[in-house]
């Protein structure tokens, strides 16, 4: 069928791109990109004790890279605030990002050692969850500053 997208990915990425572009269109002077550039966070320039962002992106099977879940759907710990979802751009909706706030306060040059984040007990179906995770070799992603750091559930 003409004009019918065959490829899903392909045609969302094409479709974001024609969007970008057409958002970006708009004229704006460099003044208010730089002041929109800072509001969304993207400057990575921190003084001493500043807080520095860790979004909490996706988990999943390492098997199956394609399959993904948002990092809450393991019974991790929630910010007291509640999570909130960072604006994503176009490579992170792509890659399936879903930048949620997470409860750790990292500052810039600011050592942390033995610090607890929350009180939490673990129900008989959180610790199911947790030890299939870890059965299953489950990954987590976040990212520091926009620095991808990836790691295994359950392991150090």
């Not at 269109?25 to 921190?46: A, F, I, M």
């Not at 976040?142 to 295994?152: A, N, S």
Request: aromatic share 12%; proline share 5%.
């Amino acid at each position: 069928m003409a004009g019918v997208c065959k490829h899903t990915v392909w045609c969302l990425a094409s479709w974001l791109l024609c969007a970008s572009l057409l958002a970006l269109g708009k004229s704006e002077s460099v003044e208010q990109l730089g002041h929109r550039r800072r509001l969304l966070g993207n400057d990575h320039r921190y003084q001493l004790k500043d807080p520095v962002p860790l979004y909490a992106a996706k988990v999943g099977p390492f098997a199956n890279p394609s399959e993904t879940y948002e990092y809450y759907k393991l019974p991790y710990c929630k910010p007291k605030e509640g999570v909130r979802y960072k604006t994503l751009g176009m490579g992170e909706v792509v890659d399936a990002n879903r930048m949620a706030t997470t409860p750790y306060a990292l500052n810039f040059m600011v050592d942390r050692k033995d610090e607890k984040v929350c009180d939490k007990t673990l129900t008989d179906e959180d610790m199911v969850i947790f030890r299939k995770a870890v059965m299953d070799d489950w990954y987590f992603q976040m990212y520091y500053d926009d620095l991808p750091v990836w790691g295994f559930i359950g392991k150090v």
